[in-house]
């Protein structure tokens, strides 16, 4: 008889919400990650009373009510509203494009004066089939708005010019002709009091955790440890790259303890400049209302994956999805092996998606319906 039911390889959201379930359900679980913390990219560390998210920020935000109700079950959430702002130049706008923005880049009042001006602004440049992403991107929002909020934040994003990049990823550029700034539209949103790593902790408590151990060396030696395996990394790696290797994008994080009580006023903001480095910097202190004397900044920058780098997401376009779709062919065969996770299911999830993601696999599994 082998020693564990599940093998779980990553303390990320879909590991821990898979590992508590099947727990609740009587198996017993193993859960390795090849970090030093549980929780993957939604880790947090307190420091000075301040909850940094090391991965980047995370805000919570679902119109799911069953996702919602199953993590208010483990931790509190705040009533934070993610209110972005970008900088160009010395220029701040609103985000996401509403009223707001409109109003500060050419002085509008209504709706309607808005609609005139990009209307105005896009039958100027007459591109009826665009060629790439900068003309697609120039046809929905027009020249104010695409050169100084979109075209340098994408192609520090992407590492290429929009002029090189295909016109299909964008589809569409959402405008909001109303004065909220509130970036999502889902019913729930909030940030985890007392930072996400307790929500990890909640999920995995009474499962057997092993740190710093890689997959692929613990299973060469530990063949036989468990009945099934759910693996959260890499598809293409798990194969061998046997179709070759699929694409992601990686992130670089550069935080910084700065002897101020506050530093940008606001949690977000995105530099949309092509020559600043950066996409954003986080001041996380603002995600809680911490009060302290001191603040923590992270700034974020957007690198091209390598193999070797840690994978952030996945690049979901034509080329990638149709080898994505080979691995997934050889993962539907599989009978002791369970695919999960963005690496495992190549898939850009959010929080609440990869939550939903994992309880519907519970369900799938273990015929239990969690709530």
Not at 28 to 43: A, M, P, Q, T, W
Not at 133 to 144: F, I, N, S
Not at 302 to 329: Q, R, S
Request: hydrophobic share 35%; proline share 3%; with cysteine.
């Amino acid at each position: 008889m082998k020693k564990y039911d599940y093998l779980i390889a990553g303390a990320g959201l879909f590991g821990c919400v898979f590992a508590h379930e099947a727990k609740k359900a009587g198996k017993k679980c193993l859960v390795i990650d090849k970090r030093s913390h549980i929780g993957g990219n939604i880790y947090t560390e307190n420091k000075d009373g301040i909850n940094i998210h090391v991965y980047g920020a995370h805000i919570f935000h679902t119109s799911d009510e069953r996702v919602w109700k199953y993590v208010n079950n483990f931790i509190t959430f705040n009533n934070f509203v993610n209110s972005p702002v970008a900088r160009y130049k010395d220029e701040l706008y609103n985000l996401p494009f509403n009223m707001n923005t409109f109003s500060k880049m050419w002085g509008v009042v209504t709706p309607a004066e808005a609609k005139a001006k990009i209307a105005e602004q896009i039958a100027e440049l007459g591109i009826d089939e665009p060629k790439n992403l900068e003309e697609q991107g120039l046809k929905l929002v027009g020249k104010d708005v695409f050169e100084k909020l979109i075209k340098g934040y994408t192609e520090k994003q992407w590492g290429k010019s929009c002029k090189d990049l295909p016109a299909f990823i964008i589809k569409r550029l959402p405008l909001r002709f109303v004065y909220d700034n509130n970036y999502f539209n889902d019913r729930y949103q909030g940030i985890a009091e007392g930072g996400y790593t307790k929500l990890a902790e909640k999920l995995l408590e009474g499962t057997e955790v092993l740190l710093e151990t890689e997959y692929f060396d613990f299973i060469a030696k530990n063949p036989d440890i468990a009945e099934k395996v759910v693996y959260t990394g890499m598809i293409d790696e798990y194969y061998g790259y046997k179709f070759g290797e699929l694409e992601y994008r990686s992130l670089r994080f550069e935080t910084e303890r700065l002897e101020e009580e506050n530093h940008q006023g606001n949690a977000v903001v995105n530099y949309t400049e092509r020559e600043v480095p950066y996409t954003r910097i986080i001041e996380h202190k603002h995600f809680e209302r911490a009060q302290s004397p001191v603040t923590y900044i992270t700034r974020e920058y957007p690198a091209t994956w390598h193999k070797g780098d840690e994978p952030y997401y996945p690049v979901n376009d034509e080329k990638n999805n149709a080898l994505y779709a080979k691995y997934k062919a050889l993962a539907d065969k599989e009978k002791n092996v369970i695919f999960g996770g963005r690496l495992g299911q190549y898939k850009y999830y959010d929080m609440d998606k990869v939550i939903a993601a994992a309880l519907d696999c519970v369900e799938k599994e273990l015929g239990i319906k969690a709530n």
